[in-house]
């Protein structure tokens, strides 16, 4: 266990907290930051393992509201910014618990803040709370593992010189005292640790050639830019390019008539393109040219009498399209169990496709069952399964057998980043798929000394480096590559975004 201290302001925020922390020791340092001066030769002689700064704050951010925790990604005052980058763990725990968490920075101020117009001023900033402490604190504590944790009390609807106030502070302190065994949770993953780390990871030439497309798009052509369905199967790509102008929509009918429209990376069957042309829409094709390949292969295939059989997942967005390339020709085939019961009408005219993401291993099984029952099949005569999909399933395989545990970045509608977390539990090591680093539980790393991390084709590779910044925060880390190949493949931009 580390030498956890834990810091309140108010005499209240301790009561809430006393022995709700086990082997912590809780210390007061006073309202505001000439008192917070004064007190810190305390916490030097306390030579603390680690520090939480707990109580309560005031919202900034208008969508925070009374009882809402926020876990400072930074703590700034006006002598500048801390990052901290180790409290993630514990925003996973508090939002396993049920609290509503919010991260971002939070700035310590020299006095109440209560007017609307100025907690206005202090959000412009980007800050999403406001406390007296925090800043002193974490400056002192550099170098040491430091969380600051706040419960709302005051908002900027409902400043803190009010009646309402008083029953938001008795809440918000009975949500603190909640929260006291999750930071001794966090406190105990401190220590060092050794991160595999596979490649290939993250982005592949198709993912990287659709986001190019969309923000070409942005630049080139009147806004809004509509992109039907996620351009790539990954919610921070996704957010970033909402932020950027892109209007993401589900279907056609909700793009204006005579607008630009992308086609995500999946592609899309020929009644959308149809459909498109007959609203004189301005189409741009984001579609992956290995998907393409399997659209062809589809066609080629129908147009000489064979029954095509797709190996794939049902309701994905890239199997959509493909089906919808011969309708009435084509049957999705989701496992060996449908390929021992599919119905062909010539046994001796069958081909098969595979979705471009699929675990090799499984989509394997399902192939030896079609082969047996079907000996005469055909097949591209080039892998379906695409090279990015293939190495970094080789990579996690490189990883997962000397790891503790596997951490996958992804989203939970990327197929190839689902396949990620199979084939490393198919090694025999627990493994997680994470939208980015505030989904990792505690009780992954709790006793973990060699952690493997890698991320899907779809996801960006920041969020690699700030898992492992986490890491770092928590105790040394020593980063280990396993490389198992070099990708080097580039694909060439579409008409509409180059000239």
């Known amino acids: 266990m580390s030498g956890l201290v834990v810091v309140t302001a ?55 509201r009374p009882g809402d925790v926020v876990v400072a990604s930074e703590v700034r005052d006006s002598r500048g910014r801390t990052v901290l980058r180790g409290a993630a763990p514990l925003v996973a725990e508090l939002r396993r618990m049920g609290l509503r968490v919010r991260t971002g920075p939070m700035v310590s101020h020299d006095r109440v803040v209560g007017g609307a117009e100025e907690r206005a001023r202090l959000a412009a900033t980007g800050a999403i709370a406001v406390d007296m402490e925090s800043a002193e604190i974490v400056r002192a504590t550099v170098g040491v593992p430091t969380a600051v944790v706040r419960v709302i009390v005051d908002t900027a609807f409902s400043p803190v010189a009010r009646f309402a106030t008083l029953p938001a502070g008795a809440r918000a302190l ?20 050794t991160v595999l780390l596979a490649e290939p990871r993250s982005f592949c030439a198709g993912v990287e050639r659709a986001i190019d497309i969309v923000e070409l798009a942005l630049q080139r052509y009147s806004r809004p830019v509509y992109v039907r369905r996620q351009i790539v199967h990954n919610a921070h790509v996704v957010r970033d390019l909402e932020r950027q102008g892109a209007v993401f929509v589900d279907e056609l009918d909700q793009v204006p008539d005579g607008t630009t429209v992308v086609f995500s990376a999946h592609g899309v069957a020929p009644a959308v393109r149809e459909e498109a042309a007959r609203r004189e829409l301005n189409v741009i094709d984001a579609t992956c040219p290995l998907v393409a390949k399997v659209h062809n292969e ?17 309701k994905h967005d890239e199997t959509e399209g493909t089906l919808g390339e011969v309708p009435g020709r084509i049957t ?20 098969f496709l595979m979705q471009t993401t699929l675990a090799v291993d499984d989509a394997a099984e399902t192939v030896e069952v079609l082969r047996r029952r079907f000996p005469l099949v055909e097949s591209s005569p080039t892998d379906d399964i695409c090279y990015a999909t293939t190495n970094r399933q080789q990579a996690v395989r490189a990883i997962a057998a000397d790891s503790e545990v596997v951490l996958v970045l992804g989203s939970p509608n990327s197929s190839n980043s689902l396949r990620l977390v199979e084939v490393a539990e198919r090694c025999g090591t627990p493994a997680h798929l994470i939208d980015d680093a505030s989904e990792i539980l505690p009780d992954w790393l709790d006793g973990v000394s060699t952690v493997g991390i890698t991320a899907g084709a779809s996801a960006p590779p920041h969020l690699v480096d700030e898992v492992i910044g986490m890491l770092r925060a928590l105790g040394p880390v020593e980063v280990a590559d396993r490389q198992v190949t070099r990708e080097t493949v580039k694909f060439t931009l579409p008409k509409g975004v180059v000239d």
């Open 10 to 64: 108010l005499r209240s925020e301790y009561a809430a907290l006393s022995g709700r922390v086990p082997d912590a020791q809780l210390l007061r340092c006073g309202m505001g930051p000439e008192r917070v001066q004064a007190w810190l030769p305390r916490l030097r002689e306390a030579a603390p393992g680690a520090v939480v700064v707990a109580g309560v704050a005031g919202g900034v951010d208008p969508s925070l």
């Open 174 to 193: 009975l949500i603190l005292r909640e929260l006291g065994p999750a930071l001794r949770r966090w406190a105990d993953l401190l220590g060092p640790r």
């Open 298 to 314: 589809a066609r080629r295939f129908a147009g000489r009498g064979d029954t095509v059989l797709l190996i794939g997942h049902d």
């Open 332 to 351: 999705l085939v989701q496992n060996p169990e449908e390929a021992e019961r599919v119905q062909v009408a010539d046994p001796e005219k069958v081909a």
